[in-house]
């Protein structure tokens, strides 16, 4: 289709008054160069798209290990009274690579304190570990209006900083987040 349209071009184009008409191999060339831009332009965008591509895939193959670490088996401790006094919870790891400063950040719902529980050194692969808080003074939390969450923070093998809440995809560093902040 081009050739044909390259072609037609040529044949009905005539040389203003004075002017000798181009010759085939001027034809040639300009075409040529037309077609060498086209060429360019398409593996320009062919660089692009494989770059992104790559990117999003290695950000893919980041989130992996990440996407490994879970929480489960969240309980509040309480005491004779029913005031919670303490909570445990386990960090499981299912991922490649040992995790560590495993920490965990519980909100037990409807607007109340989020609480710190502090962290373990590490979770080896295919293993999991208890994270426990004692909690002074006993907090009022009646069985009936808990709606936890549990956001594990925690550090890959590569030293990045990862931040896992429950049911969500994982985030990288949470600037909200301090290992010297004891409670938010």
């Known amino acids: 289709m081009i050739t044909g349209a390259a072609v037609l071009i040529s044949v009905s184009y005539r040389a203003p008054a004075g002017e000798e008409q181009p010759k085939v191999t001027d034809w040639m060339q300009a075409w040529g160069?037309?077609?060498g831009l086209a060429a360019a332009g398409a593996a320009v965008a062919l660089l692009i798209h494989e770059r992104r591509k790559t990117r999003e895939e290695r950000r893919e193959a980041e989130r992996l290990v990440p996407r490994a670490v879970i929480a489960s088996d969240l309980t509040?401790?309480?005491?004779e009274n029913g005031l919670v006094v303490g909570l445990t919870l386990r960090a499981h790891n299912f991922g490649p690579g040992a995790i560590r400063h495993v920490a965990a950040l519980v909100?037990?719902?409807h607007g109340r304190k989020t609480i710190?529980?502090?962290?373990v050194p590490n979770i080896l692969p295919g293993k999991d570990e208890p994270l426990t808080r004692r909690i002074s003074p006993p907090i009022d939390l009646p069985p009936g209006t808990l709606d936890p969450h549990v956001e594990l923070i925690f550090h890959d093998w590569r030293g990045r900083k990862w931040?896992?809440?429950e049911h969500v995809d994982p985030e990288g560093p949470p600037e909200r987040?301090?290992?010297f902040t004891p409670e938010r």
């Open 107 to 109: 909100s037990p719902g």
């Open 116 to 119: 710190f529980v502090p962290s």
């Open 33 to 35: 160069t037309l077609a």
């Open 76 to 79: 509040f401790v309480r005491n």
């Open 163 to 165: 931040f896992r809440p």
């Open 177 to 179: 987040w301090s290992p």
